[in-house]
């Protein structure tokens, strides 16, 4: 059975920091495409960052870029994303995915943490 667990969300002042923790039971993440996605409130699930299945490129969204960074310990199973300068804009819920090939691409979800940046 496959679980993904997401954790480190929470309340933080706009220009801090948070990072969000994604550990993996069931499947690795190494070998795997491993993606962070958010949805905040009456808007659509939007990718936030990603890292590549045969090495450890990353790719960003433009709003994230330079403020955000995509990470996995293979060793722990686990992806983080370290998000800094962190802005209003930002408070959504955030979802792991990791994607595995199989006989096709099959997606696994965790179920979410909050991110609120209020003052």
């Known amino acids: 059975q496959v679980q993904l667990v997401e954790s480190g969300g929470g309340l933080v002042q706009p220009g801090g920091s948070l990072r969000l923790s994604c550990t993996a039971s069931g499947v690795t993440v190494s070998g795997n495409f491993v993606t962070w996605y958010r949805q905040a409130p009456g808007k659509e699930r939007e990718l936030v960052a990603n890292m590549g299945y045969t090495d450890d490129s990353t790719s960003y969204v433009d709003s994230v870029k330079g403020r955000f960074t995509i990470s996995r310990d293979n060793a722990k199973n686990t992806v983080y994303l370290q998000m800094n300068s962190l802005k209003s804009e930002d408070t959504a819920v955030y979802f792991c995915?990791?994607?595995?090939?199989?006989?096709?691409?099959?997606?696994?979800w965790g179920q979410g943490t909050q991110v609120t940046v209020s003052s």
């Open positions: 995915n990791v994607m595995v090939f199989a006989t096709d691409w099959v997606a696994y």
